[in-house]
């Protein structure tokens, strides 16, 4: 297939799932894709319980054009175990071993 077909296709796809998200509307997480890139988005979290509360949270997320599992880094790094400490990169695979995208 071309590739501007493929790239317009997976886009299309992004958006999407951006749609979906904002109907279900996960409490207290924002996510807006970036102007440049369908494949960035750019997020934040806000805690309101637990050992993080009052926290907010900008993270990154980098969706990769073959959707494999997506990376999630937080600017400033946020120190909890499944984020790695020099990087802020969240360790996904840790969390979720088997993703996978469901194709429909």
Known sequence: MNSNYDTCITEYKIHAEYQQLLKHQVP?????PSANSSFIWYGVIFLHQGMYEGGIFRFTLF?????????????????????NIETGELDIKQYIPNWKYAKV
Request: proline share 15%.
């Open 28 to 32: 207290n997480v924002y996510v807006i």
């Open 63 to 83: 969706i990769p054009e073959n959707f494999d599992c997506p990376r999630v880094v937080f600017n400033p790094i946020v120190f909890h175990p499944l984020i």
